[in-house]
């Protein structure tokens, strides 16, 4: 069964929006899931969106996606690519939808001479942790990932 990846349109909105959903009830945060296709539309693409996404298709059905976008590396002054979210159907898993975009999204960043190309991964999720290590990714330890959202980051942003 071939895959087919390619760029997501507009028209894609409601399909991403299932995806995001289908992968926050998958990491058990269904209800953090505020995206509307509405959203979607605007901020992937909608005019000075920054964020792009693929789509990957099995005889012609949406089976995945990809979520990202270019970062930027001071110390190497290149951008990087970001990958936010990447979601394979239940059913699909298994079959190289995951690391056929993981595959073109490298392919995106040499095109773009990023100077990397990263992700995070819930610590949990043993099956995708196999699937980057085999593609020779490798964990940064020493990092830790902070994050100020909602009240909090309100609050801070207003001296609170």
């Known amino acids: 069964m071939p895959l087919h990846i390619r760029e997501a349109v507009r028209e894609d909105a409601p399909t991403l929006l299932r995806f995001i959903r289908e992968l926050a009830i998958y990491e058990k945060a269904e209800n953090e899931v505020l995206a509307t296709v509405e959203t979607i539309e605007e901020t992937i693409f909608g005019a000075g969106a920054v964020t792009r996404a693929l789509i990957c298709q099995m005889d012609g059905e949406p089976i995945g996606m990809a979520v990202w976008f270019f970062n930027y590396s001071t110390w190497q002054g290149r951008n990087g690519l970001y990958l936010e ?76």
């Open 85 to 160: 979210d990447l979601y394979v159907t239940p059913d699909a898993r298994g079959m190289g939808a995951g690391k056929a975009m993981l595959r073109r999204l490298a392919a995106i960043a040499v095109e773009n001479n990023c100077g990397r190309f990263e992700w995070s991964v819930l610590d949990w999720n043993t099956p995708a942790i196999r699937v980057y290590g085999a593609i020779g990714a490798e964990p940064l330890n020493e990092w830790i990932r902070y994050r100020l959202s909602g009240e909090k980051l309100v609050a801070f942003a207003s001296g609170s």
